[in-house]
Structure formats: C-alpha cells, structure tokens
C-alpha cells in the first residue's frame, strides 16, 4: 500500500504499528485516536487545498475529508470546472487524506462530525457562504469543535483562471502587469469592493514549504525506482491516474517526478504555458500519494548521468505526444538503448489543454461566480464591521 508518498514499511515485533508520529505524541494521545474533518468543494485542486489538508492532519491522527457535489456546489457557488467523480479521485490522491466521504452536505452541522466520529472540523481562515449569505460553519463554532488552519498566500481557484485567459508567456512572473490585472478584477472583485478570501495575491516559494510537502523517504532496498517527467501543470485527474498506474508497475515503487522549468515547458508547449510556475509544480506533485521524489528543473532529455545518479529501474511516459529535444533528438534515447522505457497507458487522455478549454468555453460563467462570491463576502464583512462598531459604542455608553 502506498503512504505518505512512499510505500509502507513492514514492522514485526513490538515496533509493529508505530511510528514516529505515534512516538512523539502524548501516552493520552496515543490512547485515543484524534479523528478530523474538512469538508469542501476541492474543485482545480491546488498545492493551497493540499496545505490545507496537510494542516488539518497535523491536528489528528484520522483525516476524512468531505467532498461536495455538483448540485451543491452549482447551488451555493455556480458550476464547478471538475465533476464530483473527478474531484472524489483527486482528493483521494493527496498524501494526508485517510478517507473521503462522497456528496457532503455543504453546510457543516454537528450531526456530521457525530456521524463520522470526528472530533473538530477544520477549515481556513477564509469563510464558506450559503447561497443566502450564511456561513456555513456557524453551527461546529458555537459548539466549539471548530479548527483553523493558516490558508495559503499566492494561490486560488481565480487566480488560476485568470492566468489562463491570459495569452503570455511569462504570466505567472508578471502578476503586476496590467494586463494581468485586467484578468484578476474580472474575476476577483465584486461590485461592491475587494474581499480580503477572493483577492489575488503573489507566491513566494520557502525551503520550508517544500520540506513540508516532502515524504522524507530515501529509497529502501527493494525498491523499483521510476523515473517520469514532465510538466505536470495544473496537476489534474489524467496527472493521478498516469502516476497511480505508473506505482503499479511494481509492489516496492520509488517513484521520482522530473519537473521541467517554466521556460523548457514554454519551448514544447508554447502559447501562456506553464500555467503555474516550477516552484507550485513542485508542491503540487509532492502533494500527491503516489510520488516520493520530485527533481525540481530536471533536463527534458533524460540522460545517462540522470539514471545512474538516482539509481533508475524504469523509465515511464505517457501515451501523449513526445516533443524533440532542442537538437531534434529523442528525449528517451538513453532509457530506450538500456532497454528500461516503458509506455503506460492510465486510460485517462485529459490533459492540461483541455482543463484550460473548460475554463474559456464556460468564461461568462465563471467570471459571474467569482463576482457573486465576492458580493456576499463583502456583504458579511460589512456585517462584522457593523456589530463591531455596536459593540464598541455599548461599551463605551457603558464607560461614561
């Protein structure tokens, strides 16, 4: 079975079912299994989802995780760009999830944390509206079994978006040009100002971040290490699927993802690619359960010195189209001539573009939804600010 990135280790005698999370915890802690809850849309699902549920798993030792439907989403929010059966998967692929429970309510009540056993909810320090302007969490705050964690800077579901409406080349490094302004008022600002939860804002990569994304795992004897590159770029379902298949290739997998830099992706891909940047790319792939090592910039030909550095087993790539290296090579010659390429088949064929041609073909769509969410978050701002002010006054008549 594959854990955290890595395979799982097999224990007997008195370190089975230990780990070091087990060890550093409380006796009362390692008593009782401490089982948490996040619930949400997880649609284009992002390294800042993936934080999110990394976050919450630090809380508790069981992490389920609620996904909502199409329905419920297209109710509160306007259409989603993945289906429900696309994001179930996805959700299911990222590291830190225990399990995922299918179709939950939108709406966060008491009577869902008792029916999974579940602790506390935790969520970020943004805020979930009703199609009325309710926020969806109210109930498990008053009650106390509530938990926020940190929401992730630089990264949204609109910024996205707007990179991709944007015909350039080097986008995701000029988030202060105009044109890329132009974009993100579309799509993140409401008619009646700018909320603080839609806003754009810049990505700033840190050692740390990466640390906290990685597995740690070095490869164990034993291991079948695989070697796949790419550029994985707004990591999708066809993303999970080809990394799932490629981990069953072997009982033992080690599976390293070579990302290529923004301007390599650029030259074989062309129009505004990559859509995210290699920093996010990396965070996004080691986000993912079937893959324990990313090589951040690795050489889009993969070479002799490449596969005998990390000690490669097996070469993969996908079904889709192989672009020639600079001087009109084959990228897998090396791996080919040792006779360790192999072409696997995940019975996925969606691919960047397409997710990037949702998005243009429903435009109208999603630019009315960010606005609408916006409005109803400045709406309960505007709220907060009010009883705020209330407050103050009553305290102050109570002073004088």
Not at 100 to 109: D, L
Not at 355 to 364: A, F, T
């Amino acid at each position: 079975m594959l854990k955290n990135g890595h395979h799982q280790m097999s224990t007997t005698g008195k370190d089975a079912g230990t780990n070091l999370g087990a060890t550093a915890c409380s006796p009362e802690k390692r008593r009782r299994t401490i089982r948490v809850w996040c619930d949400g849309c997880y649609d284009m699902v992002h390294y800042g989802h993936s934080n999110q549920l990394r976050q919450a798993k630090a809380m508790g030792d069981y992490l389920i995780v609620g996904v909502h439907t199409d329905g419920e989403i297209s109710k509160h929010k306007g259409p989603p760009v993945f289906t429900q059966a696309e994001r179930y998967k996805m959700v299911r692929a990222i590291k830190w999830v225990d399990e995922i429970v299918e179709g939950a309510p939108y709406v966060t009540t008491l009577e869902t944390l008792d029916k999974y056993n579940c602790d506390f909810c935790v969520h970020g320090d943004d805020i979930t509206l009703t199609v009325d302007g309710q926020d969806t969490y109210e109930e498990v705050k008053k009650s106390g079994r509530y938990r926020e964690c940190k929401r992730t800077q630089g990264v949204s579901t609109t910024d996205l978006v707007g990179r991709m409406l944007l015909m350039t080349k080097a986008h995701h490094s000029n988030i202060g040009h105009s044109d890329y302004q132009q974009h993100t008022d579309n799509f993140g600002k409401g008619p009646k100002g700018h909320s603080p939860w839609t806003g754009v804002s810049q990505f700033l990569q840190t050692s740390q971040k990466i640390i906290q994304f990685a597995s740690g795992q070095e490869p164990q004897p034993g291991d079948t290490i695989i070697y796949v590159a790419g550029a994985f770029d707004l990591f999708h379902i066809g993303h999970v699927d080809f990394l799932e298949a490629v981990s069953k290739l072997s009982d033992k997998p080690y599976v390293i993802v070579g990302l290529h830099f923004d301007q390599e992706v650029n030259r074989y891909k062309g129009k505004n690619y990559p859509i995210m940047n290699v920093h996010e790319r990396t965070l996004s792939v080691l986000a993912c359960r079937y893959v324990s090592e990313v090589v951040i910039g690795a050489p889009y030909a993969v070479t002799k010195e490449l596969l005998e550095h990390f000690k490669v087993d097996l070469v993969c790539h996908g079904k889709t189209e192989v672009h020639p290296d600079k001087d009109g090579s084959d990228p897998y010659a090396e791996p080919m001539r040792r006779g360790i390429l192999q072409t696997v088949d995940s019975l996925n064929s969606l691919t960047t573009d397409d997710i990037v041609q949702r998005i243009i073909k429903n435009r109208l769509l999603f630019e009315a939804r960010n606005q609408k969410k916006e409005a109803k978050e400045m709406a309960l701002i505007q709220a907060m600010k009010r009883r705020e002010e209330e407050k103050v006054k009553e305290r102050t008549k109570a002073v004088l």
